[in-house]
Structure formats: structure tokens, C-alpha cells
């Protein structure tokens, strides 16, 4: 019977449990424990390592675990200096042996040596994983003198291991591009000079900029009879029921998207927009809000043009916050009453957007953020 597939009986399970927690690995660390967990299951050995981020050949980066090292101090190399040449030479092999190398490549005896002149090891066998035309990652099981013969249903254990690690390989690698592009966009979301977060439906934040932590903890202070809390963002009563059921957004003119005022705070309203869904095993709605301040009575909130954030990416967050009430219309002393600062801060403060924006005026503050 297959090495891979659970026996009947009372030892089944635990085995099952150790393909699941290889095959629903999702960072590196998992993943190199369930690979040990597996291989200790079937293959006696002296040591093991994983091998990865390799370049021409050589890892810059491994995991090692090593059996009752005769040396307390022993690590295994983290090199591919044996194997190497013959990788080279057979691209996209799988699985192959110290012995196989050995027996095409007599030198490699020598580079042993030079490696390791006392090593702990008297066979390997390696797993190789491909990227390409490249080696992405080598697992390597060295064992001891007694147990250098690779019996048929250790071989037998390591083809059908092989291609569970390569799909873990690459669910890793589909999942860090994702964080690294999800960092890319926070990063650039942190910057921009808009008040936005991302809560799901139950109203939980999923992401939010700085500008948009301190209007949501404004706003959620400024609920009467509310638990002071700056973490979580509260969807509007019935916004999301308009959504679920399908009208069309409200006081903005725009599909899909609500502008509601805040009960208890002049000035301060948030827009909601519903995120677009996707195919796949969530189906629950998310939701991009965009808190807005209307200092001006009367006034219509305003949103930013595209050269206006530009222009406000050039300032730090309070002297964004000021250049645009500057834009609505206060004076200073009204800035300075409505950011709680004294005017010959806001003056300071004015001054610091007129250097960096290269202008000496309101009017040309206004003119570059209308």
C-alpha cells in the first residue's frame, strides 16, 4: 500500500493529521515542522535541513534539525558545495543520493571532506525543488552508517512526500506575494493624505491610515453612551440593511455608496462605499470608509482632487489637517480653536506649508488645493 496513505486502524489518525498539517501550512516555519514531523514518521535519519533562497546553486538560508549530534555543538552546513555540479547538470531532478552523485562525480568525495573533514553523515538523499529552470529549495536527509540503505518504501515515502512539500512551496510563495503586495498597499495608504479605513461587515477594522484611526476614535468618543474604543469602526444603523438590499447609495449621487452625518458631532460625516465581492469561500462584504470634516457651516463636505493630494503628500498629517481648513475658509484663530492649538502654533505651522509648498500666501494655498 501507498507510504502516503493512512493505514486502518488506531495509528491512522495521528498519521492523517500530520499530511493535513503539512498540505495547510501557510508560512515557512509551519511548514519546515510539519515536513520533520512526517519524515521522523518513516525515515530514521541523523539530521535535516531545508534549504531555500538559493542563487547559482548555493542556499543563503536554511533550517536545520539535527538527532543526537555526537558533537553538542554540531550544525549541518548550509551549503549545496556537493550537490551542487550535479544539479547543474541534471535540472529538474527530484529526488537523487550522496551514493548517486558520487558514483557520476568521484570529486565529490573531496568536497565533502573540504566541507565537513569529521561529518556526522554517511549517505544523503535529497529532495530538490524547482522554480523555472532554477532550484527554489533542497530538503536534505542525512543519515548514519546504519542506515544508509534507502529501502524500497522509504523511496517509495519520498516521491509521494515530494510533490506535498512542492505544493507547500508554493502556496508560500502565492501567499508572500500577497503580504508583500498587501504591505505595499498599506504602505502607500499610510502616506496618502485621506481619512480611509476597510471594516467588514460586522464593522470591524480591517485596515486604517493614520489620518483614519484619529477620526475613528473621534467619532466613536463622540457617541453618546458609547465605550470609548479607537480600534473599532461601527457601521451607521441601516447603512449596511441599504446595502444588502440593494438601493442605490444616498445624498452623493453615486451607486453603492451612503454619506451619513454623525449623531452627535457638527461637521463630522463619514462616506461608505461597498467593496466590489469576490468569487471564492467567504462571500461576506467589506467596506471602504472615508470620514469628512465640514468646519464651515452650511458647507458642503469637500473631498480632495487628485493634484490636491498630491500637493498634501508633501506635508506632515497636522499640516495637511491645517492647509485644508485653511482651504475651507477659517481664519487662524478659528484653526486654532477647532484643532484645540494656539494660534501662534497654527501661525508656526502655516509658515512650515508655505516653505515646503514654495508659496507665500493663502490665496496660492487655496489656488494649489482647489
Known amino acids: ?86 544539479l547543474a547538470r541534471h535540472p529538474q531532478i527530484k529526488l537523487y543520493t550522496y551514493s548517486q552523485i558520487v558514483s557520476e562525480d568521484p ?12 561529518p556526522e553523515w554517511n549517505e544523503f538523499i535529497h529532495l530538490a525543488f524547482w522554480h523555472d529552470s532554477r532550484p527554489e529549495a533542497v530538503l536534505s536527509i542525512r543519515r548514519p552508517p546504519d542506515q544508509s540503505q534507502v529501502t524500497a518504501e522509504e523511496h517509495a515515502f519520498l516521491e509521494q512526500l515530494h510533490p506535498m512539500i512542492e505544493a507547500a512551496l508554493r502556496r508560500l510563495r502565492a501567499v508572500e506575494g500577497e503580504r508583500s503586495r498587501r504591505s505595499s498597499y498599506e504602505h502607500f495608504l499610510r502616506q496618502v493624505p485621506l481619512t480611509v479605513m476597510f471594516v467588514n461587515a460586522a464593522g470591524e477594522s480591517l485596515f486604517a491610515n493614520n489620518e483614519a484611526e484619529k477620526q475613528c476614535g473621534r467619532w466613536n468618543r463622540g457617541l453618546r453612551g458609547s465605550v470609548d474604543s479607537d480600534a473599532c469602526f461601527r457601521l451607521p444603523e441601516a447603512v449596511g440593511a441599504m446595502f444588502e438590499a440593494g438601493k442605490p447609495g444616498a ?12 449623531p452627535a458631532l457638527t461637521g463630522l460625516s463619514v462616506k461608505i462605499d461597498r467593496n466590489w465581492q469576490f468569487s471564492g469561500l467567504q462571500m461576506s462584504p467589506s467596506y ?51 484643532l484645540s492649538r494656539s494660534r501662534r502654533t497654527v501661525e508656526f505651522q502655516l509658515n512650515s506649508i508655505y516653505r515646503k509648498l514654495d508659496i507665500r500666501s493663502r490665496t496660492e494655498l487655496v489656488r494649489a488645493l482647489s
Not at 570529486?107 to 573533514?117: G, I, M, S, Y
Open 288 to 338: 471602504v470608509v472615508t470620514f469628512l470634516d465640514e468646519p464651515v457651516a452650511g458647507e458642503a463636505p469637500q473631498e480632495s482632487s487628485q493634484a490636491a493630494l498630491l500637493v498634501l503628500q508633501r506635508l506632515t498629517p497636522t499640516e495637511r489637517r491645517v492647509a485644508q481648513l485653511v482651504a475651507r475658509g477659517l481664519r487662524n484663530h478659528k484653526i486654532a480653536e477647532h
Open 251 to 262: 445624498n452623493d449621487g453615486q451607486p453603492g455608496s451612503v454619506r451619513r452625518p454623525h
Open 107 to 118: 570529486d565529490a568525495h573531496r568536497r565533502r571532506l573540504d566541507q565537513e573533514p569529521d
Open 1 to 86: 500500500m501507498s507510504a502516503l496513505i493512512p493505514q486502518r486502524g488506531a495509528s491512522a489518525d495521528p498519521y492523517r493529521a500530520l499530511v493535513v498539517d503539512l498540505q495547510s501550512s501557510l508560512d515557512l516555519e509551519s511548514t519546515w515542522k510539519a515536513c520533520l514531523k512526517l519524515i521522523a514518521s518513516k525515515l530514521p535519519h541523523r539530521s535535516c535541513s531545508l534549504m531555500f533562497n538559493i542563487v547559482n546553486y548555493e542556499p543563503t538560508d536554511a533550517r536545520h534539525h539535527v538527532v543526537l549530534p555526537r558533537n553538542p555543538d554540531y550544525v549541518p552546513a548550509t551549503s549545496l558545495t556537493i550537490s551542487g555540479p550535479y
